[in-house]
């Protein structure tokens, strides 16, 4: 070392009105989104979008209740094509949004919330909710809790 000292300096967290273009942001930032997607990927991700709260659904059911003419093993293929995200991991990070909305505007215990989400246990939803975010449930509802009905901070 040559004398230098290193300051830890805390992150900061902008408070917006929703989780939604924190993970719209992620998204792209990952996949690098193109101008022209397929419409069925397209369709797929607005349905994940609509009903975050229903993990591990069969794909195959998803596509023909979407009027989709392929299977599960199609879909994945073509929305891991189209967004540079697999289907599963999509849907784990949607919820994972849904989460921090409830952690940001309720008093819902963590443990709920998990349950809520489908996760098995606290512990797993805790360490998938820190990999997404950087903070622990708990850091974040401490950090956001009851500002972003309040603040439009972008």
């Known amino acids: 070392m040559d004398g230098k000292l290193l300051a830890y300096k805390r992150p ?3 408070v917006l009105q929703s989780v939604d273009p924190f993970f719209h942001c992620i998204l792209r930032r990952e996949t690098g989104l193109p101008a022209s997607l397929d419409w069925r990927a397209t369709r797929i991700k607005e349905f994940i979008d609509s009903h ?3 993990p591990g659904r069969n794909l195959d059911a998803v596509c ?3 009027g989709l003419s392929m299977s599960g093993r199609q879909a994945r293929r073509l929305f891991q094509r ?3 995200l697999g289907i599963r991991d999509y ?3 949607r ?4 989460a921090a909305e409830q952690l940001e505007a309720t008093s819902t215990p963590v443990k709920a919330i998990a349950a809520d989400l489908g996760y098995q246990s606290t512990r797993q939803f805790r360490r998938r909710f820190k990999e997404f975010f950087g903070l622990s449930p708990v850091e974040f509802r401490k950090a956001t809790y ?3 009905a309040t603040t ?3």
């Not at 919820?95 to 849904?98: A, Q």
Request: charged share 20%; glycine share 16%; no cysteine.
């Open 52 to 54: 975050p709260l229903q």
């Open 91 to 93: 849907a784990r990070n």
């Open 152 to 154: 439009g901070l972008v």
């Open 64 to 66: 023909s209740e979407l």
């Open 146 to 148: 009851g500002k972003g």
């Open 12 to 14: 900061t967290i902008e």
């Open 95 to 98: 919820r994972l949004s849904v």
């Open 82 to 84: 189209s967004f540079g």
